[in-house]
């Protein structure tokens, strides 16, 4: 009895000693995700003061080059040809300009000062004395005190966009006498869009998003082009539901300070890890925010550690009671109580695994051409652009889309899934005339779309449609009743010919809109939970022209595309599937049972067969009601359950003819059939153990 003790004790001790490792590894595992995404955030801070830095200096050197042109006092079609020059090197420039203080370029002459401004057309040039006085302009006036200056954004007029102006001051020698003197103002001034661009070029992953803020915490360059266009601060976004937080940013960045700091948007119930950088040479500061998982069952490793941690402990468990059990019970007792536990251990292990797969958030699927940001469109087209030039040659048309669906249904046979909503597009009638409004579902067997509405506000014509449209899907229900499915929907425009590319119209949401918020909430069912949707680019990829000279979406087009996740509801199909299952498992049991505790050896055989024949024949029925009822390509997680049962019928009926002529040996005779009986649950649940870690480790 002593050696059984110490085996137990040495199973305690392993099993121990293993689920504290594997927690350490689970601790070191969650803290060096965190870490990672730390120092990835610190690295792609430092990367992207760095490059904008370098770019701000390449700027500098501009001015210093315009103050050169200003020291010649050239003419004014001489200085013309030269900022021409300079705006033709730098395209991130929407204009630069020279303006000469009073009488400085000319003792005769009061004001002097040419600018030039790219134009869509090319450049245009002229004296700013013609339209302002600009001695009272904020911009030369405070340069004079010797330091360069940065504005605000603003409107320019003459270029039609958001933009910011640097102003340098130079000094030369005063006509008259020749003492040395502010001689006037060099100025650049750069394109916001330029800013977002070369933010947007950084090495970020889609869940970083970085902003550039000036000291007095107005945003320069976003995300969401009307934040830029409504030139709005820190202040007032920390107005906004569940933004309040945004006023230590603020506080921070007024106070010229950088910094480090978690946020949490309470509207949208995320957390966001920020740093704040300075630029130098500026007054400007980089702000990265880094979207923080609050769900860390997100990578296949942690869940599969979780599993092994689980097992250990179960297995640390049982050999701690056992030798209690041993101790003050009967032998039988101890070994009842023990085979009781160690069932109620593996149904919990069992029921463990599911729940972890249940809420773990780890993606069945990668998508590369994620667009549900702003952001993130902005960077896929300026890649696009790069890696695919031949397709933005011929100046393609960009058409905003968006989807609403508010029915979901899928198939008897789930092979394919009806969906019916809303869609509707946007065209700015300045830039496309002539492109005639229409949406076409390209991945549809059937479709049916009706206009409802046209409308047209500040020339950008909004047209809707009502849609129906029944999509092919290939659902993989190897894990059901556990099963999450995808959903692709792929739109394009009705005009085959032309170069237009749809975007999502991604404005046309709340900000604080769900990860589902092309979805109608009422649109989910009985059989069906929808998890999130977001819209994508597919990159054509064919190996014919289709006879069009010079088609445009054979190689690498984008196709605008939706994808939906859904996850199955488990609480039905899982009780329907394993009712009958454990019905019939507790009814072996009892043949077991009725095995051990018969007085009649003589008939017991013919008995078992008649019983156990029986219930194989349930067992079938039900098994063939299971596969009609899911008509699944592949053998499921739960069918193999039915193949176990099979095997455990038969291993029932072999025992019971063992038994009946008194053959088998000690593992069947023993104590009336004892062995089986005790065993019974834990093997079979032991089997549904290792069955389920097979489909879900």
Same mark, same amino acid.
């Given at each position: 009895?002593?050696?059984?003790?110490?085996?137990?004790?040495?199973?305690?001790?392993?099993?121990?000693?293993?689920?504290?490792?594997?927690?350490?590894?689970?601790?070191?595992?969650?803290?060096?995700?965190?870490?990672?995404?730390?120092?990835?955030?610190?690295?792609?801070?430092?990367?992207?003061?760095?490059?904008?830095?370098?770019?701000?200096?390449?700027?500098?050197?501009?001015?210093?080059?315009?103050?050169?042109?200003?020291?010649?006092?050239?003419?004014?079609?001489?200085?013309?040809?030269?900022?021409?020059?300079?705006?033709?090197?730098?395209?991130?420039?929407?204009?630069?300009?020279?303006?000469?203080?009073?009488?400085?370029?000319?003792?005769?002459?009061?004001?002097?000062?040419?600018?030039?401004?790219?134009?869509?057309?090319?450049?245009?040039?002229?004296?700013?004395?013609?339209?302002?006085?600009?001695?009272?302009?904020?911009?030369?006036?405070?340069?004079?005190?010797?330091?360069?200056?940065?504005?605000?954004?603003?409107?320019?007029?003459?270029?039609?966009?958001?933009?910011?102006?640097?102003?340098?001051?130079?000094?030369?020698?005063?006509?008259?006498?020749?003492?040395?003197?502010?001689?006037?103002?060099?100025?650049?001034?750069?394109?916001?869009?330029?800013?977002?661009?070369?933010?947007?070029?950084?090495?970020?992953?889609?869940?970083?998003?970085?902003?550039?803020?000036?000291?007095?915490?107005?945003?320069?360059?976003?995300?969401?082009?009307d934040i830029l266009n409504q030139e709005r601060n820190l202040d007032t976004l920390a107005r906004e539901p569940g933004k309040k937080d945004?006023?230590?940013?603020?506080?921070?960045?007024?106070?010229?300070?950088?910094?480090?700091?978690?946020?949490?948007?309470?509207?949208?119930?995320?957390?966001?890890?920020?740093?704040?950088?300075?630029?130098?040479?500026?007054?400007?500061?980089?702000?990265?925010?880094?979207?923080?998982?609050?769900?860390?069952?997100?990578?296949?490793?942690? !869940?599969?550690?979780? &599993?092994?941690?689980?097992? $250990?402990?179960?297995?640390?468990?049982? *050999?701690? /009671? @056992?030798?209690?059990f041993i101790s003050f019970l009967t032998p039988q007792k101890a070994s009842w109580l023990c085979a009781i536990c160690c069932s109620i251990?593996?149904?919990?292990?069992?029921?463990?695994?599911?729940?972890?797969?249940?809420?773990?958030?780890?993606?069945?699927?990668?998508?590369?051409?994620?667009?549900?940001?702003?952001?993130?469109?902005?960077?896929?087209?300026?890649?696009?652009?790069?890696?695919?030039?031949?397709?933005?040659?011929?100046?393609?048309?960009? !058409?905003?889309?968006? &989807?609403?669906?508010?029915? $979901?249904?899928?198939?008897?046979?789930? *092979?394919? /899934? @009806?969906?019916?909503?809303?869609?509707?597009?946007?065209?700015?009638?300045?830039?496309?005339?002539?492109?005639?409004?229409?949406?076409?579902?390209?991945?549809?067997?059937?479709?049916?779309?009706?206009?409802?509405?046209?409308?047209?506000?500040?020339?950008?014509?909004?047209?809707?449609?009502?849609?129906?449209?029944?999509?092919?899907?290939?659902?993989?229900?190897?894990?059901?009743?556990?099963?999450?499915?995808?959903?692709?929907?792929?739109?394009?425009?009705?005009?085959?010919?032309?170069?237009?590319?749809?975007?999502?119209?991604?404005?046309?949401?709340?900000?604080?809109?769900?990860?589902?918020?092309?979805?109608?909430?009422?649109?989910?069912?009985?059989?069906?939970?929808?998890?999130?949707?977001?819209?994508?680019?597919?990159?054509?990829?064919?190996?014919?022209?289709?006879?069009?000279?010079?088609?445009?979406?054979?190689?690498?087009?984008?196709?605008?595309?939706?994808?939906?996740?859904?996850?199955?509801?488990?609480?039905?199909?899982?009780?329907?599937?394993?009712?009958?299952?454990?019905?019939?498992?507790?009814?072996?049991?009892?043949?077991?049972?009725?095995?051990?505790?018969?007085?009649?050896?003589?008939?017991?055989?013919?008995?078992?067969?008649?019983?156990?024949?029986?219930?194989?024949?349930?067992?079938?029925?039900?098994?063939?009601?299971?596969?009609?009822?899911?008509?699944?390509?592949?053998?499921?997680?739960?069918?193999?359950?039915?193949?176990?049962?099979?095997?455990?019928?038969?291993?029932?009926?072999?025992?019971?003819?063992?038994?009946?002529?008194?053959?088998?040996?000690?593992?069947?005779?023993?104590?009336?059939?004892?062995?089986?009986?005790?065993?019974?649950?834990?093997?079979?649940?032991?089997?549904?153990?290792?069955?389920?870690?097979?489909?879900?480790?």
């Amino acid at each position: 009895m002593r050696y059984i003790y110490l085996l137990f004790l040495l199973i305690f001790i392993l099993g121990t000693c293993g689920a504290a490792y594997v927690g350490n590894l689970l601790y070191h595992e969650f803290a060096t995700t965190k870490h990672t995404e730390y120092n990835q955030l610190h690295k792609e801070s430092v990367n992207g003061v760095q490059a904008l830095s370098a770019k701000i200096k390449s700027l500098y050197n501009v001015t210093q080059t315009i103050q050169h042109i200003a020291s010649q006092k050239s003419s004014a079609a001489e200085i013309d040809t030269q900022l021409t020059t300079i705006m033709q090197e730098n395209k991130s420039l929407v204009s630069c300009s020279i303006a000469f203080a009073p009488y400085m370029h000319d003792p005769n002459t009061k004001f002097f000062s040419r600018r030039v401004v790219r134009t869509g057309d090319g450049y245009i040039t002229y004296a700013l004395e013609e339209t302002e006085d600009y001695t009272t302009a904020e911009w030369f006036r405070k340069p004079q005190r010797g330091t360069p200056a940065w504005s605000n954004p603003f409107f320019d007029t003459v270029s039609k966009q958001l933009a910011i102006r640097y102003s340098y001051p130079f000094f030369m020698a005063d006509p008259i006498t020749q003492y040395e003197h502010f001689g006037g103002v060099a100025n650049i001034t750069i394109s916001l869009i330029e800013l977002n661009h070369l933010i947007m070029s950084m090495s970020l992953d889609k869940e970083t998003y970085g902003s550039l803020i000036d000291e007095h915490g107005i945003i320069l360059s976003h995300t969401a082009e009307d934040i830029l266009n409504q030139e709005r601060n820190l202040d007032t976004l920390a107005r906004e539901p569940g933004k309040k937080d945004l006023l230590q940013v603020s506080t921070l960045i007024q106070h010229n300070k950088e910094g480090e700091l978690t946020i949490e948007d309470t509207f949208q119930q995320k957390l966001f890890r920020i740093i704040i950088k300075k630029v130098p040479d500026t007054p400007w500061f980089l702000m990265f925010m880094h979207l923080e998982h609050t769900n860390m069952l997100n990578t296949h490793l942690i !869940v599969r550690l979780l &599993i092994l941690f689980m097992l $250990l402990v179960c297995i640390s468990t049982l *050999s701690f /009671i @056992t030798p209690f059990f041993i101790s003050f019970l009967t032998p039988q007792k101890a070994s009842w109580l023990c085979a009781i536990c160690c069932s109620i251990l593996l149904t919990g292990a069992i029921v463990f695994i599911w729940s972890l797969d249940i809420m773990s958030n780890i993606p069945s699927a990668e998508y590369s051409n994620i667009v549900d940001t702003e952001l993130a469109l902005d960077r896929f087209l300026f890649f696009q652009k790069k890696s695919n030039p031949q397709i933005y040659k011929k100046d393609p048309h960009f !058409v905003p889309t968006g &989807i609403f669906i508010t029915a $979901l249904r899928v198939s008897n046979d789930a *092979s394919t /899934i @009806t969906i019916g909503g809303q869609v509707w597009q946007k065209y700015d009638r300045t830039k496309y005339k002539n492109d005639e409004p229409g949406v076409v579902f390209f991945n549809a067997t059937d479709q049916a779309v009706e206009k409802i509405y046209s409308t047209e506000k500040n020339a950008i014509e909004t047209v809707g449609w009502r849609f129906r449209a029944t999509i092919p899907v290939n659902f993989n229900y190897l894990k059901y009743p556990f099963d999450e499915q995808e959903i692709t929907i792929s739109l394009g425009h009705k005009d085959y010919l032309s170069n237009i590319i749809l975007v999502p119209d991604l404005s046309a949401f709340r900000p604080d809109s769900s990860s589902k918020a092309e979805i109608d909430p009422s649109a989910e069912n009985a059989q069906w939970i929808i998890k999130e949707s977001y819209p994508f680019y597919q990159l054509t990829d064919f190996n014919t022209d289709f006879g069009i000279k010079g088609y445009t979406q054979q190689k690498g087009f984008p196709h605008l595309s939706f994808v939906i996740h859904i996850r199955r509801q488990f609480v039905y199909p899982l009780t329907a599937s394993a009712l009958p299952v454990i019905i019939i498992l507790f009814v072996v049991f009892s043949i077991v049972l009725f095995t051990g505790l018969a007085t009649n050896r003589t008939s017991l055989a013919t008995e078992v067969i008649k019983l156990t024949a029986s219930i194989f024949l349930g067992a079938a029925v039900a098994h063939q009601t299971f596969q009609r009822s899911l008509q699944s390509p592949v053998i499921t997680y739960f069918e193999y359950f039915y193949f176990l049962l099979y095997a455990v019928i038969l291993i029932t009926a072999i025992n019971g003819m063992l038994y009946a002529y008194n053959r088998g040996g000690l593992v069947v005779t023993y104590g009336d059939n004892f062995i089986p009986r005790l065993l019974y649950w834990p093997v079979t649940l032991c089997m549904c153990l290792l069955l389920t870690l097979y489909f879900f480790y």
